[in-house]
């Protein structure tokens, strides 16, 4: 049996070896090389044929827009020098920005906006093409230093839709041939951005180096790794670790830790991978019979206790919606309006008033409810993707409690998008709403009834109301930001009423980055300025 | 004899035509029946009518299921599999560049699952019911028993995030330079944990052939008559009952290859290892159709490949086939 | 003729691979079972479970889809196992979560025990075209990689609980069909067989009488190793988020747990023992039982 004894001490032996090996950390990096987290492989790196968010993020530092956001949201010179509005809103002369070139060394003219715009992001970026495609009529570039976007009729809010996460540009020399979807220049991207890309290994990482020649002046940082970590923990783990500087996106449970650590510093921002502003928000199907009833709509979002979603779901992080449109959008949005507030009496007299009692059982039945046979328990239907799954634990607790039995129904977001947006097979879902930055780009979508239409996120509640149509038409064609205000304040008021939707919370994101960086902006070009010791 | 064998191999070669075929209109059926169209995920949030339509032309969604078939076979053929929604690539080349870090991870599982499931066994068998036997015996049917995803949270709980000696996730370090050796030496200090949670399933399987295996043969004459020529049990073990025992154990190997890769996907989705585990899961949230089907199309051909393996060596080994 | 025995039948059930391809008719001695000491062990963690399953959900102090506490409480005389994110209660959660596993174990047992039985039966006895016929579907079937089938079923289709029962019985049968064919086969030439032929029994009689009544010991044995396999298939699509959102499943709670390994242990550690203990408990009965068979005289 020595044998024996001696394989263990093998065994134990190796095993000993490894693990003291294991805590040796063997890595050396330069210090002006910032790491990023990187939740999602983006799989290709151009953003002008794709609304993908990991495209977006991975590619914003290689490209730039005509014009570029600030941290408060305001439009900034970037490839065009300055603009003019004529014709009452509906002609934006754009001047560019000469001597700028290509990463490949090549000059950027006027052709390459046109170009993008009539042959990319009017044609393959959703965003773009739904909300310019209707109202604009050309992209004109009467010289190499001129762009003129004619509009069918004025059009307010073109200035927010042109940073880079929105219409980047890309070079018409790479794109002009074949098929943009399929083009190799697509993994091996060129822009006129901060930093130029230097190489893309699949599922692992992507490596830009710095463009010294960037017009906007050399960034600091000579090189930014982009690090494709898709568990949020990890991206954690890695942070506190000192393996990545920068999170675009820190994990509720983990905020508090990392918060606390001196290596980290964290940024509250309204940004996030699927746009700014965005507000979680709970639709009815109005095609159901029984959320036709204003009543119960009304004693569901009473029922529903928001600060609980923003302590549990946020982990404390965002704020409890009191508006339909989203605080960020400041100028627009509504903050003395009466939303239903928690109150699980009012829920359950305006239940028992529209029909749905409580005898013995715990959930509620219906006696004399339009469209439903009498004593139809009332259990419904909760969709939404597989990430937003925990509102619907939530609110089937909260719900409960109010003798409403809600049933959880995950989906993939195409299943989700065909369920919800074509069939209009729910009875109620869940939608993060991102309004953006006017609610031109991501609160009109919800309200007016020429959204009801099979695409995802738009008209969820299938809402239609005359009165709301009109005041959108004549929002969205205000060019005064006083009246745009007032009629803004009008349709929330409106949207209050009828409740088609329960505002649930406001998100915010945090952004964390290790303390050994500083000077990152708010903007997409997050990295431009930012620089990085030992 | 020899051709009774001969006609067993070329009967159970012409089963793979068929066999093939079946996995791959399976595969083809269940994509297509299910609810959902990849356009939507495609295309994004806000677009048009206009515009899915154009998008569903463009990837040929527009056209006839049998249509579809047809112009997916075509690509079978080719060897591309198709053209991934996501990745706009080939198909396969998303695949291949997966299959190098599952092969890593796999394949370690099974070396380490060898190195320690046959010792283990020999030393369960050479005293059939003795404490020893016993309690490996137990905890080989506790590993069996055990979802692979719950010794990966443990295994995380206690050595990563605990002993913090392993990293948590991915296969490399996040910002780490590293060329050469450092850079070998960083994967496997990733790959450990990941292999280990795997290997942890196949021990527990490989444990028990090896061990039932090594029993009967201890119990045939030739290895008695060995152990009255004077040979200690353990000498008897090694040199006249192991070798005949490895084969059947081999064999279960390539039979368990299925098992092996599902684990493996399992353990990829735990650990953040970049291979076809993590890719099947997110072609599956994006409904990348192309990847899921070749996918399913490789996993399946794999196994039809190692369970013919495995049939034909064991029809090599065991008298009963031959005879019939 | 195809071989009657073949590795992947081994590799589908490697815990039975220990008394050889099942080949016993003969009827084993229960009490064998439960002189073991594992034996014993297996029956207890069975009826414990089976026990949860039946009054887990009267006994549970809390209603699990209910906030009850305050969030990640760590467990403590109020919340013995804790509390997860939203504040329910994870003890209360295990209890319901029984009746899912269990359930969904069961049904898919009765899937396989249906397909399998039949099929078995009716290729090994009739033999000829209808075995070759029989036989090259179950291989079809049996060579579809499990897991990956059903994962992808579920996922494309939705979750549910009707949906992984059909997905996982379609996929579990073939390795039951086989083993029932392979005894069959055996007995077929058998003295009692051959006596109750010439006494006219007819096929089904014949089928139901004599032949299910002796391969039943295999099919105890093959099911309770499938229903262990089911068991840990079905936590391991909840913890994929393949589960039905409707009922609590272990696999479900396990996963909710991975966001949080670092700051509530609780909610991982709890849901896996509980699987792992029923998979144990179902093994070890299943191993007994293939043993006493064994011990009975039917090894080979």
């Not at chain 1, 042109?162 to 991207?189: C, F, Q, T, W």
Request: overall charge neutral; some cysteine.
């Amino acid at each position: 049996m020595s044998r024996s004894a001696q394989c263990w001490r093998w065994i134990g032996c190796t095993l000993t070896v490894m693990i003291v090996a294991c805590t040796r950390d063997a890595d050396r990096r330069d210090p002006a090389t910032l790491v990023v987290a990187l939740a999602g492989d983006p799989g290709q790196l151009n953003p002008a044929i794709t609304t993908n968010g990991s495209v977006n993020t991975a590619a914003s530092l290689l490209y730039d827009g005509l014009v570029a956001l600030d941290d408060s949201l305001h439009p900034t010179p970037a490839l065009a020098e300055r603009w003019e509005i004529e014709n009452g809103g509906a002609r934006y002369r754009f001047h560019l920005r000469r001597g700028v070139r290509w990463h490949d060394g090549v000059t950027f003219t006027a052709a390459d906006v046109k170009f993008t715009f009539d042959q990319l992001l009017l044609r393959f970026h959703a965003r773009t093409r739904a909300s310019l495609g209707p109202s604009l009529a050309s992209v004109d570039a009467p010289d190499d230093s001129t762009v003129v976007f004619n509009f069918r009729r004025p059009y307010a809010p073109l200035l927010q839709q042109l940073d880079v996460s929105e219409a980047p540009i890309v070079p018409k020399h790479l794109y002009e041939k074949g098929d943009p979807l399929r083009n190799p220049v697509n993994i091996a991207p060129v822009g006129t951005g901060p930093f130029k890309f230097a190489s893309y290994t699949p599922h692992n990482e992507i490596r830009y180096v710095a463009n010294r020649d960037y017009f906007r002046g050399a960034p600091a940082l000579s090189a930014v790794v982009l690090r494709i970590i898709p568990d949020n923990d990890t991206q954690v783990a890695a942070l506190e670790a000192g393996e990545v500087d920068w999170l675009y996106s820190v994990p509720g449970p983990a905020r508090q830790r990392l918060a606390a650590n001196p290596r980290v510093h964290v940024i509250h921002t309204s940004m996030s991978l699927g746009g700014s502003n965005c507000i979680s928000t709970l639709g009815f199907n109005l095609d159901r019979p029984w959320a036709r009833d204003l009543r119960v709509r009304q004693a569901i979002a009473h029922a529903v206790n928001r600060p609980q979603f923003v302590e549990r779901v946020s982990f404390g992080e965002g704020r409890a919606a009191d508006a339909p449109i989203s605080s960020g959008i400041a100028f627009a949005h509504a903050s003395d309006l009466t939303v239903p507030v928690y109150d699980t009496v009012a829920a359950a007299h305006l239940l028992d008033a529209g029909g749905w009692t409580r005898r013995d059982s715990d959930v509620r039945t219906a006696h004399g409810v339009t469209g439903v046979p009498d004593g139809t328990l009332f259990t419904i239907g909760f969709k939404g993707m597989p990430g937003q799954m925990v509102y619907g634990d939530l609110l089937r607790a909260q719900l409960r409690s109010v003798g409403i039995d809600v049933r959880l129904e995950p989906l993939e977001s195409a299943v989700f998008a065909d369920a919800v947006f074509t069939a209009r097979d729910f009875d109620t879902a869940i939608g993060s709403y991102c309004n953006g930055t006017d609610p031109e780009i991501g609160v009109r979508r919800m309200y007016v009834s020429s959204s009801i239409a099979p695409v995802p996120f738009s008209n969820m509640a299938g809402y239609r109301n005359p009165i709301m149509d009109a005041l959108f038409d004549s929002a969205g064609a205000a060019m005064n930001l006083d009246e745009r205000r007032r009629l803004y304040h009008q349709i929330q008021s409106l949207a209050v009423h009828d409740q088609p939707y329960v505002w649930l919370v406001e998100t915010t994101n945090t952004q964390a980055y290790s303390a050994r960086c500083h000077g990152f902006s708010g903007t997409a070009h997050f990295a431009a300025t930012a620089e990085c010791g030992r | 004899m020899r051709q009774v064998n001969s006609r067993f191999v070329a009967g159970r070669l012409l089963q793979v035509v068929p066999t093939v075929a079946a996995i791959l209109l399976t595969g083809f059926v269940l994509v297509h029946l299910a609810p959902g169209d990849p356009v939507l995920v495609l295309a994004g949030e806000h677009g048009d009518a206009a515009y899915y339509a154009f998008m569903r032309h463009r990837f040929g969604l527009d056209e006839s299921l049998p249509r579809q078939l047809i112009v997916w076979l075509g690509h079978i053929l080719r060897g591309d599999f198709g053209f991934s929604y996501v990745y706009g690539r080939a198909t396969s080349v998303v695949i291949l560049e997966r299959v190098p870090a599952t092969m890593l991870l796999t394949g370690s599982a099974l070396v380490i699952s060898l190195l320690v499931a046959i010792p283990l066994g020999a030393i369960a068998a050479t005293r059939p019911h003795g404490a020893r036997d016993i309690g490996i015996s137990a905890l080989a049917l506790g590993l069996y028993s055990t979802p692979a995803f719950w010794i990966g949270q443990l295994a995380i709980i206690g050595l990563a995030l605990g002993l913090g000696s392993f990293p948590v996730q991915g296969m490399t370090s996040a910002g780490s330079d590293a060329t050469g050796w450092s850079h070998s030496w960083d994967i496997v200090r990733h790959l450990m944990l990941p292999a280990l949670v795997l290997a942890s399933q196949e021990i527990a399987v490989l444990v028990r052939v090896t061990r039932s295996t090594l029993l009967d043969e201890l119990s045939r004459e030739h290895v008695r008559a060995a152990r009255a020529k004077g040979l200690t049990a353990l000498q008897a073990l090694v040199r006249h009952a192991l070798p005949r025992a490895l084969l059947p154990v081999v064999t279960i190997v390539g039979a368990r290859i299925g098992h092996l890769i599902a684990g493996a996907a399992v353990v990829e989705i735990i650990f953040g290892w970049p291979g076809m585990g993590r890719l099947l899961l997110g072609a599956l949230q994006s409904r990348d159709t192309p990847i899921l089907l070749g996918l399913f199309f490789v996993v399946s051909f794999t196994v039809v490949l190692a369970s013919l393996l495995a049939d034909l060596a064991y029809a090599a080994i065991d008298p009963r086939i031959r005879l019939r | 003729m195809p071989p009657s025995t073949r590795a992947s039948d081994f590799a589908e059930l490697a815990p039975a691979a220990e008394s050889g391809p099942p080949s016993g008719w003969r009827r084993p001695v229960r009490g064998l079972v439960l002189r073991r000491a594992s034996g014993r062990i297996g029956f207890v963690l069975v009826v414990l479970v089976v026990a949860m399953a039946i009054i887990g959900p009267t006994i549970a102090p809390h209603d699990p889809f209910v906030i009850s506490g305050g969030s990640l409480a760590p467990p403590s005389a109020a919340f013995p196992m804790g509390t997860d994110a939203l504040g329910r209660d994870v003890l209360s959660g295990l209890l319901y979560g029984a009746r899912t596993s269990l359930s969904i174990a069961s049904a898919v047992a009765l899937i396989a025990l249906a397909c399998g039985a039949t099929i078995g039966v009716l290729s090994g006895y009739r033999g000829g075209w209808t075995d070759n016929l029989l036989m090259r579907t179950t291989e079809l079937f049996q060579v579809i990689p499990r897991f990956f089938f059903v994962i992808i079923a579920i996922a494309l289709f939705g979750p549910g609980l009707s949906r992984m029962v059909l997905a996982l019985g379609l996929t579990s049968w073939p390795t039951l069909a086989r083993v029932v064919r392979g005894e069959v086969i055996a007995m077929r030439d058998l003295d009692f067989v051959r006596a109750a032929e010439a006494a006219g029994a007819t096929a089904s009689r014949m089928a139901w009488r004599q032949l299910l009544p002796n391969v039943t010991p295999s099919i105890v044995v093959v099911l309770g190793l499938l229903v262990g396999q089911v068991l840990l298939l079905e936590a391991t699509l909840g913890f994929l988020g393949l589960g039905d959102p409707g009922a609590i499943s272990w696999g479900t709670m396990a996963a909710q747990a991975q966001g949080f390994l670092r700051v509530a242990w609780w909610l991982a550690l709890f849901p896996g023992l509980a699987i792992t203990l029923t998979v144990l408990g179902v093994n070890l009965l299943a191993d007994a039982f293939s043993s006493a068979r064994a011990a009975d005289g039917g090894a080979p």
